[in-house]
């Protein structure tokens, strides 16, 4: 992609809207605009960002056995009167009524919906274990939206739904997304740690909070040290034991501040005391909805029972601000390969002078070939004003092109994350990115 016909609104200003450094950065980088409260269209660079995170989050989901489906946003009321929901929730969600005075809601979250996909296509415990995920745009109407994607109204989630014959099978259910979530934001350069957490509107017993520590995050959290330079495992059998890596996780205190006390038992010296973003949340909360919603599958000894449900939410737009907020420096954004929108920023110092030009071609199509996504400025911009675009986008890798380092057979090339800069031939260079 060349800067000069690439869509990047870029701002020098810090926009005095915003309050952390995240949304400050994601709207200086051109990665988002607000549309209304809450409410944000996402550009190009900002796009290509989420549907990476996405990616990661897909691949990690089907490794676990999960399928991805596609529900709609909109929901029809009735569904929530079943459950028993539609007079709970309150003024988060977002009520509309359609042409023929029918009640219809923008789902805040899809149990509902999703049960009633099962109840009308699952009859037999043969058919179990299932896991359905989507990854889509949900509405809640938050009292305070605030720091950007953090906290929107209208924002993307991952959202995975089990269904499994009795609680056992479900509790796996339930570690398989624990080792998958524990996976998922390893590849994105977190450190999520997984807390007990309190069940809220979802309802359900067994519950863990992912969170990453940060200051800006709107949590107190409360967890052993020791959690922090956790490995977490590489290769997987998910049809395999999986309790030993969820028991080693949980077996070390951590804990939101609604779950916190007194009696924690972690020596003094040890206990993080800080603040987290909630990225993710796990659920398993057995016949919560079936049973009122008459989900029930027929079981090996002929009779009928309630299926055991569970459900897993991962913020997918959140976590753009949630890995800004753990990555960046003075200059700008700092991504971790995994997500960045372009793994290379070319610069050419000198467009226009014709051996560096065509050094700077011949990279970029190699780099093509190779594979490795590159975002070519070959805008006439002072140097100066190039490098600090290029540090402010936060590519993971800059190539600097200019006619002293050609002349000599060399261009640089510099790691954006410890600003660590080197001169090597275009071949050494390209041996090196790709
Ligand atoms: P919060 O405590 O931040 O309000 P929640 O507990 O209400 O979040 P869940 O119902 O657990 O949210 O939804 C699953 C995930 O969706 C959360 O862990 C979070 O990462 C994300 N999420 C929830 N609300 C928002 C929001 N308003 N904007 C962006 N992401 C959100
Ligand atoms: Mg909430
Ligand atoms: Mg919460
Ligand atoms: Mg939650």
Redesign the pocket.
Known sequence: MRLSRYFLPTLKETPSEAEIVSHRLMLRAGLIRQHAS?IYSWLPLGLRVLRAIEQVVREEQDAAGAQEILMPTIQSAELWRESGRYDDYGKEMLRIVDRHERDMLYGP?HEEVVTDIFRKNIKSYKDLPKNLYQIHW?F?D?VR?RFG?????E?L?K?AYSFDLDAEAARRAYYRMFVAYLRTFRRLGLKAIPMAADT?P?GGKLSH??IILADTG??AVFCHRALLDKDVPANVDYDGALEPIFDEWTSLYAATDEKHGPDHGVPEGELISARGI????IFSFGTKYSTPMGATVTAQDGSTVPVYMGSY???V???VGAIIEASHDDAGIIWPDSVAPFQVGLINLKVGDAETDAVVADLEARLRAAGVSVLFDDTDDRPGAKFATMDLIGLPWQVIVGPKGVARGVVELKRRATGEREELSVESALARLS
Do not use: Q, Y
Not at 149 to 153: D, F, L, P, T
Not at 278 to 281: A, F, P, R
């Open positions: 809450g979250t949900k809640r938050e939206p994607v953090m906290r929107g109204r924002f989630m959202d809220g979802i909070e992912f709107e949590s909630e990225v993710g949340h939410g991962i913020g737009s959140r976590l």
